[in-house]
């Protein structure tokens, strides 16, 4: 009986001593990098409304919604690699064209409504790329793999975005009635 109760506690011991070294290095990773990361969103978020250039650039582009060529310029616009860290973090080109399309053209029906879908996947290319650095870092990549990691995945998202709005608009069709 003494023998197992010395084992039960020597187990119980090296199971609180894992769980205490993995909060700790929870921690660490969280002081690290996702406070780090938390605070520069944050400020880019805040020039991005400060400035009002998501606005601008949604207003700009928001007309091209109404057609499959149209959401396929946007879907490139929205994944340039220079623009789409930018994009992302306030998500205004999602807001602002995606409330365009939703409450005003699709509503009144200027637009079909096989178009939301496509239009979904139109103005979300940028999705996550602002997340890419602090995702390698939190999976401790090399530099020379972030330097690699980060151009390739902006690039990659330039690329599939439009391929994205094309299969949304092919699995469009039939979803909605009368269109």
């Not at 980060?150 to 069709?173: C, D, E, K, N, Q």
Request: proline content about 7%; charged content about 10%.
């Amino acid at each position: 009986m003494k023998s197992f109760i010395t084992n039960l506690g020597r187990n119980v011991g090296h199971v609180v001593g894992i769980l205490y070294q993995a909060g700790r290095e929870s921690i660490d990773q969280v002081i690290k990098n996702i406070l780090p990361f938390m605070a520069f969103i944050a400020l880019v978020i805040g020039i991005i409304l400060y400035t009002g250039i998501g606005d601008w650039i949604a207003n700009l582009i928001a007309p091209l919604a109404g057609s499959l060529v149209g959401m396929l310029i946007i879907s490139v616009i929205c994944g340039l690699p220079f623009l789409s860290p930018l994009l992302g973090p306030g998500a205004v080109i999602a807001q602002v064209v995606g409330t365009l399309l939703g409450s005003t053209l699709i509503a009144s029906g200027s637009i079909p409504a096989r178009y939301a879908l496509p239009a979904l996947f139109a103005i979300n290319p940028q999705v996550g790329c602002d997340f890419i650095p602090v995702g390698l870092a939190l999976g401790e990549a090399e530099p020379e793999t972030v330097e690699i990691g980060v151009p390739a995945v902006l690039l990659s998202r330039m690329i599939t975005g439009p391929i994205a709005v094309v299969l949304a608009y092919v699995a469009s069709f039939g979803l909605y009635p009368g269109n």
